[in-house]
């Protein structure tokens, strides 16, 4: 039996009994830390003898480039955005991550479909629409969702990158400035995942504490997916 | 986006949209540009869109394309892309105003192409799911070594996607093309009733069936105001004769 499976129909051409390896996801509204912890987490994955694939967002060889330019011009409408995304998630998929889960990798992703369509669902899309475009993907062994609330959010993107236009909704005009707009606009998007987490089975993981106590809590959720024979006696080990 | 998005057969605009389908050589946008040039001559203002043309998704769809880089997925949502933008900016605000908007191929002939290429056909319509439904969409009905010939003979080279040599069905581009253009005949033939396409002879002469479009588009535009915009003629003589 194939160990995965996709929401709904998966791209033709695609044997889902070949794919062996493991894939984790880190979901979260932006400035949780999702990115700092895929690098700690990959490195740590290889110090572990584990081959590691990661990808985010934007990163495809197809469309990630011009999804970026597009982003800054700020000239697509919202659906053409949302499928914008899509089509460089499905060139990482079919191009990255299902040959790596054929070769046996951990792939270990930063954001899946889950913020695809909580963005598009924010600005506005049909949220049954962007759930069936979204149905070709691969449903992953672990959703690990970092979560912040909307207070300590703020405090840590004041005190990091601060207010990106994008992060903020500049888009959406919810807001006087980029405070007001980014306090508005995460807060939505954290409603939208929040009610994914029951119906994709999301581990919720609190990110309000040190790196290092996140970091340490996603080790022991993914060592139960990547090596669930030696997870189960594993604290805190050096695992 | 729209606060709600409205989704196929939901949009209520005084616009009226016009499109045709067909495969390659059927004829469809020779009739399409002599409706236009009629449309215009009545009064009417007509803009018109073409499949594959939205400036900023073209790259990615030219540059996927030319390195052959395009799975059926990823090919049937850069063309999903570029269809939104156009329907975002250039089939929506226009059908809003009252305009008349014209369209050479339209979501058909990705549920043919994409579906040929394997993808699951609920899969594709949904995806559309947000796109306008046409007042009329005129499907011109070619025989298959119809099209051939016209291709054929007028084209100087055919491509690698539009003969669908990505699919294998033949080393060579023309057999490859008439088994490909086969299929998709195929799926424009199930689509008829699904969609209620207006079909088109398109064996019939040019003036045939330009006749025939624009009998059934005057049905169609019954309420539509002209909207043509003034010219310099009619403004002048705004100003010598007295109004109404």
Known sequence: MARFSFFGEGPPGIELEELKGKMVVLEGTDGVGRSTHVSLLKQWLENNGHAVLDTGMTRSALAGKRLRQAKEGHTLGGITMSLFYTTDFADRLENEMIPALRAGFVVLTDRYIYSLMARSIVRGADPEWIANVCSFALKPDAVLYLRLNIDDLVTRVIQTKGFDYWESGMDLHLGADRYDSFVEYQRRLLAQFDSMVEAYGFEVVDASGSIEEVFDDLKQRIARVVEPERASGAGKGKQ | ?244
């Open chain 2, 1 to 244: 986006m729209p606060a709600s998005m409205k989704m196929y057969g939901k949009h209520r605009f005084p616009g009226r949209l016009f499109i045709v389908e067909g495969i390659d050589g059927s004829g469809k946008s020779t009739q399409l540009s002599l409706l236009h040039k009629w449309l215009e001559s009545e009064g009417y203002v007509a803009s018109f869109s073409e499949w594959n043309s939205s400036p900023l998704v073209r790259d990615v769809t030219k540059r996927g394309k030319k390195k052959k880089m395009l799975t059926p997925m990823t090919f049937s949502l850069i063309h999903a892309t570029d269809f939104a933008d156009r329907t975002e900016h250039d089939i929506i605000p226009p059908l809003k105003a009252g305009a008349v908007v014209l369209a050479d191929r339209y979501i058909y002939t990705a549920f043919a192409r994409d579906v040929v290429r394997g993808v699951h056909p609920d899969w594709v319509r949904s995806l559309y799911g947000f796109a306008v439904k046409p007042t009329v969409a005129f499907y011109f009905r070619t025989p298959l070594d119809v099209a051939t010939k016209r291709i054929l003979g007028g084209r100087d080279a055919m491509k690698y996607y539009e003969a669908g040599m990505d699919l294998d069905l033949s080393d060579d581009i023309e057999e490859s093309f008439r088994i490909f253009q086969g299929r998709i005949i195929e799926e424009y033939e199930k689509m008829v009733e699904e969609f209620g396409l207006v079909v088109i002879d398109a064996t019939l002469s040019i003036e045939e069936q330009q006749l025939e479009m624009r009998r059934i588009v005057t049905e169609a535009l019954t309420g539509t105001k002209k909207t043509r915009v003034r010219r310099w003629l009619d403004l002048a003589s705004l100003g010598k004769a007295p109004q109404e």
